[in-house]
């Protein structure tokens, strides 16, 4: 049996996941993550004292030791800089990816193994299996809530350490299983929002950090069709709040590039024939493998953002550059963004993932 550090959020995930390793006979303690008291008075439900007290229920309700680890510095240096700096440089992190492989598996990683923990557990719905020596990761059991694209960075050390209890179930038999613990979380709703911030539009969080920078609203041909009111506030592929009326009748202007060198919003008809909309390729970044280095051209499937399916596309390392690979999509791919993560898998198997650098049109 184990020495195990739950990461309990206060949600009914990680309280099953407790309940579950506890079960198994293993020594299992909670743990909540202090990352964020919403310290700069940003717009929304930052619900992290109700969290805690959510959090410390469930760790009573099955007698378990619980704790309070402050990780605020860390959360700030790793998490929020790296958004804000990349929302100020024009592309579109993405801080929930970020926050697993900085924080849930790094800065608490960490911790627990100091405090003599074997490993760290949460309520991610993806899997863990043993390959050899090393460990593989695969897509949830449910398909409607796989997790597994949100774990793309992570590295097998991290990998090794980590649990993933309710991975084989669907969601609603881990609300029933709460229900039979007897858990204050059974019903308590799924969390929304940025990473350990809560429920705040981005748009208000960025806008305590980032000044607006006004600037044209361009058509792809750079027709001057307006004013913005900073980069930073629109998503490549954004319909809704460009308030840039087409004027053509069935046709809605979709955003196709943040030019940062001159700060105009460039759009186009959201149509597969406009130019900057469906990308043929891709160059991705800072490249990790959950197990085995990717090292050779195959083809592979690629999910370049959360809710997408998995797409075929023939891989193939950088010869000069470590941690980049050139990716050739086989069906055109709309609205791709500079800064989002590409996840790379083998069927349900995860092999790691990548930062978008460059989009490549066709």
Known sequence: MAKILVALSGGVDSSVAAALLQEQGHTVSGAYMKNWINEENVAGNCPWQQDIEDAAAVADRLGMPFRVVNLMREYRERVVNYLLAGYAAGVTPNPDVMCNREMKFGALLDYALREGFDHVATGHYARKVADGESFDLLEGADPNKDQSYFLALLRQRQVARALFPVGDLPKPEVRR??????????????????????????????????????????????????????????????????????????????????????????????????????????????????????????????????????????????????????????????????????????GPRLLGGGIFTEIIYR
């Not at 390392?317 to 791709?336: D, E």
Request: hydrophobic letters at 40%; aromatic letters at 8%.
């Open 177 to 346: 299983l709460a229900a039979r613990f007897g858990l204050a979380t059974a019903a308590k709703k799924d969390s929304q929002g940025i990473c350990f911030i809560g429920a705040v539009k981005m748009a208000d969080f960025l806008a305590k950090f980032i000044p607006d920078r006004p600037g044209d609203i361009v058509d792809w041909r750079g027709r001057r069709l307006g004013e913005h009111r900073g980069l930073h506030l629109y998503t490549l592929g954004q319909r809704k709040g460009i308030r840039v009326p087409s004027n053509t009748p069935n046709q809605a202007y979709v955003v196709l590039e943040k030019r940062v060198a001159d700060n105009a919003l460039v759009v186009g008809f959201d149509r597969p024939d406009t130019p900057q909309l469906y990308a043929a390729e891709c160059v991705v970044s800072q490249l990790s493998c959950t197990n085995r280095p990717l090292t050779v051209t195959a083809d592979r499937e690629a999910k370049p953002r959360y809710r997408a399916r998995r797409q075929r596309v023939t891989f193939t390392p950088s010869a000069s550059a470590a941690g980049v690979a050139r990716l050739k999509f086989h069906q055109p791919q709309r609205a791709l963004a500079p800064g989002q993560i590409c996840a790379l898998y083998d």
